[in-house]
């Protein structure tokens, strides 16, 4: 079965940046569309950003467009979420997801019910 953990969170500043990484294994990384999706509290979970299995497509929200970047190492069984420019709206425990669905592998899901593995997620906190 897929493992994910994520990792980097941390307290920030407005304006600051953070790199958040997410380390897959148990199956065959390139097989898998991945995805962050983050959950601010008394809110409902919603997607931040996924790319493609070749890493040279990415999709983002709205409101991280411009801001954070998404990659993915298929070498290194990992994907990253680069943000710069935080703000204190993006507050939220971020999780890192993946997707054995071919669809999603090609074209990027934005649903977070397309993603059937979950990794527990990161707390990024950021201070105005």
């Known amino acids: 079965q897929v493992q994910l953990a994520e990792s980097g969170g941390g307290l920030m500043q407005a304006g600051d940046s953070l790199r958040l990484s997410c380390a897959f294994s148990?199956?065959?990384?390139?097989?898998?569309?991945m995805a962050w999706f983050r959950q601010a509290p008394g809110k409902e979970r919603e997607f931040v950003s996924t790319?493609?299995?070749?890493?040279?497509?990415?999709f983002y929200a709205d409101s991280v467009k411009g801001r954070f970047t998404i990659s993915r190492d298929n070498a290194k069984n990992m994907v990253y979420l680069q943000m710069n420019n935080l703000q204190p709206e993006d507050t939220a425990v971020y999780y890192c997801?993946?997707?054995?669905?071919?669809?999603?592998?090609?074209?990027?899901?934005?649903?977070?019910?397309?993603?059937?593995?979950w990794g527990q997620g990161t707390q990024v906190t950021v201070s105005s």
């Open positions: 790319i493609r299995w070749s890493g040279s497509t990415a």
């Open positions: 148990g199956r065959t990384f390139s097989r898998y569309a």
């Open positions: 997801a993946a997707s054995i669905n071919g669809y999603c592998l090609a074209n990027g899901c934005y649903q977070s019910r397309m993603y059937e593995s």
